[in-house]
């Protein structure tokens, strides 16, 4: 498809690899991202770029591209629960209600929430 595709594109111009894990019955499709030389501060740029253009495919799709797993210099570059979908109210409401002091995962879910 046209997400791994573009995936692939971006990591070829960028001398990285990408593999692809997909569960076809639910849509859910799992990107790695590696490289054959060390990992460097410069590749967390192409790396956020890459994820900002599959997130603004997945979105034009009618999906959400979420970073699961990443360091976190590069989650700190990126919109990790993907971009806002107008539901951020709603999820600061349940936040509230089930976490009211907020000490579960504080500031590492949608929003910062």
């Keep these: 498809g046209g997400l791994y595709q573009l ?3 971006c990591c070829q ?3 990285l690899g990408c593999g692809l894990i997909a569960h076809f019955s639910n849509g859910h ?3 790695v991202f590696y490289q054959d030389t060390p990992f460097e501060a410069a590749h967390l740029d192409t790396l956020a770029g890459i994820i900002g253009e599959l997130q603004q495919a997945a979105t034009a799709c009618g999906g959400v591209l979420v970073v699961e797993h990443a360091p976190v210099a ?3 570059r990126v919109a990790v629960w993907g971009p806002d979908r107008g539901d951020l109210p709603i999820m600061r409401l349940l936040k509230k209600q089930f976490d009211p002091d ?3 995962n504080a500031g590492r ?3 910062g929430i």
């Design 109 to 111: 879910f949608i929003g």
């Design 74 to 76: 590069l989650k700190s």
């Design 29 to 31: 499709i799992s990107f």
């Design 102 to 104: 907020g000490i579960l």
């Design 7 to 9: 995936a692939e594109d």
């Design 13 to 15: 111009k960028s001398a």
